[in-house]
């Protein structure tokens, strides 16, 4: 049996930024990101009877634009509570999109996996056809 696992991080900085606790912590992070780029790294890995056989780490850069003060006021109105449970406070496949002025980066890896460079690896252990 072969088993996929994944998890990102947000680095800001050089920091590693965690979860928000809430809705204030959301928008002061989103306040902070201001005008600046930050770095998700999606990291993969696939492990066969308990022994890692392959793994991939890639990263995105996301410069966030100088948005106002009454659009993060709509923005966390329309996007609520559900922006604690995500590292950036943002969901690029929704609203969060008009957080940024540039993206650098594969859109799979800011989703939270590096979608290309797993179907490499399955097809490097033979689970998909090459």
Avoid: C
């Avoid at 965690?18 to 790294?41: E, I, M, P, W, Y």
């Amino acid at each position: 049996m072969l088993v996929l696992g994944g998890d990102q991080i947000l680095e800001d900085d050089g920091a590693v930024v965690s979860k928000a606790d809430d809705l204030g912590a959301v928008a002061d992070r989103l306040r902070g990101f201001r005008g600046r780029a930050h770095q998700l790294h999606s990291g993969a890995a696939l492990a066969r009877d308990g022994e890692i056989v392959w793994r991939a780490v890639d990263t995105a850069s996301l410069t966030v634009r100088n948005f106002s003060e009454d659009w993060l006021a709509t923005y966390l109105a329309a996007e609520g509570a559900a922006l604690t449970g995500v590292v950036g406070g943002y969901r690029l496949e929704g609203p969060g999109a008009q957080l940024f002025e540039r993206i650098e980066g594969d859109y799979f890896t800011i989703l939270g996996l590096p979608l290309w460079a797993v179907l490499e690896g399955l097809r490097e252990q033979g689970v998909i056809d090459r």
